[in-house]
């Protein structure tokens, strides 16, 4: 189930902290300590305020289930990257955990921010810093805010149980979730990644790497398989791949594995640059823009050194008309000309991790 509600979430972050129903917080989990707002009572509580207090108890729990409904919808002034929202909570103040269901009207754009109740826009992030992908237009959801995380289950019709399903990906003819269902679902929009090891990478003719060789350090301790890429001259090599089916044919990023022979430091800079063939298409064809990706040396033999998730700035954009049904062809290559590659001697390409993002749940 929890693979389920993944299926059906993308995390957003809030900013500033968001808020619970005042009301509810004036309540203490000690009963005898209930005395001091308008929904409690103290020992001497006349008979003739104990209804009101009772009818001010009712309201609070109202406002605070109602604002987890279904019923609350961004308003018309709401664009969309500064979504506004009256919820039935009356609270002046931004306070942890506030919990609220609402429909989104228009798919978000760049650094979207919500309003509640006129109490100031926040910005609406997918992971500490980083841009929030896509919220759909009619897509109704849950969120819940603890400290700076606002989460969302984005059921898109919660009042319709079939077509819930549908929109999730799942089953919608049957009143039944079936396990099948469930792991088709498991599978989330969004990054994914595939690993190219240097076995799967080969030398260009032209200017290559010196090809895969295994270095072993102590027998029968981990081996590993490399390319050496000279530190004096530009040497590359290449791999391509066909992309799953739900690939987004978007931009693609990648997370550098390397090596060392010896104690040298400094750093390594390492370009890659792709372009997707179709059917009939020539191989005589350029690649597309070069992207760097930096590691650092870590002055030992041997030791393995991976290059950090590079942000999106940082992603490769595939020349040619890029598509599922291609063969994309990625050149890897060592930038020594490149300020940042001061490591001077060869460095061995392990392998390299590609980053892509899928639009829909199942491949074909």
């Excluded at 009356?90 to 228009?106: E, R, S």
């Excluded at 994914?192 to 799967?200: R, S, T, V």
């Excluded at 890659?272 to 030992?300: E, M, R, W």
């Amino acid at each position: 189930m929890r693979k389920l509600l993944q299926a059906a979430s993308a995390a957003l972050l809030l900013t500033s902290a968001m808020a619970i129903a005042a009301e509810v917080t004036d309540l203490s989990t000690t009963d005898a300590n209930n005395t001091g707002s308008t929904l409690g009572m103290t020992n001497s509580t006349a008979p003739s305020s104990v209804d009101d207090v009772y009818r001010n108890f009712q309201g609070a729990v109202a406002r605070y289930i109602a604002d987890m409904s279904s019923g609350l919808t961004v308003d018309t002034q709401s664009t969309s990257t500064a979504y506004r929202v009256t919820a039935n909570n009356t609270t002046g103040t931004l306070i942890d955990g506030w919990m609220l269901a609402l429909q989104i009207t228009a798919a978000n754009g760049t650094s979207p921010t919500l309003n509640v109740n006129s109490l100031g826009a926040k910005n609406l992030e997918y992971n500490p810093g980083s841009t929030l992908w896509q919220v759909l237009a009619g897509a109704k959801s849950k969120t819940a805010a603890a400290g700076d995380l606002l989460s969302t289950n984005n059921l898109s019709d919660l009042a319709n149980a079939v077509t819930s399903r549908i929109n999730l990906g799942i089953d919608g003819e049957s009143e039944n979730i079936k396990l099948g269902d469930l792991e088709e679902a498991a599978q989330v929009t969004g990054v994914q990644h595939l690993y190219i090891p240097a076995a799967a990478i080969r030398p260009t003719i032209t200017n290559g790497a010196q090809a895969v060789a295994v270095t072993e350090n102590t027998a029968l301790r981990p081996n590993y398989s490399a390319l050496q890429f000279d530190a004096s001259s530009d040497e590359s090599a290449q791999f391509h791949i066909a992309m799953p089916d739900n690939w987004d044919e978007g931009t693609v990023r990648f997370q550098i594995y390397m090596s060392q022979g010896s104690t040298g430091s400094g750093g390594i800079a390492i370009g890659v640059q792709c372009v997707a063939l179709a059917d009939n298409d020539t191989f005589d064809t350029n690649y597309g823009s070069i992207v760097l990706y930096h590691l650092t040396a870590k002055a030992t033999p041997n030791d393995l050194m991976v290059s950090d998730v590079p942000p999106a700035a940082s992603a490769v954009t595939i020349a040619g008309s890029p598509s599922t049904s291609e063969l994309t062809y990625c050149r890897i290559f060592r930038d020594v000309s490149d300020a940042g590659d001061t490591l001077s001697e060869d460095a061995a390409l392990i392998g390299a991790k590609m980053l892509y993002r899928l639009n829909d749940a199942n491949a074909n």
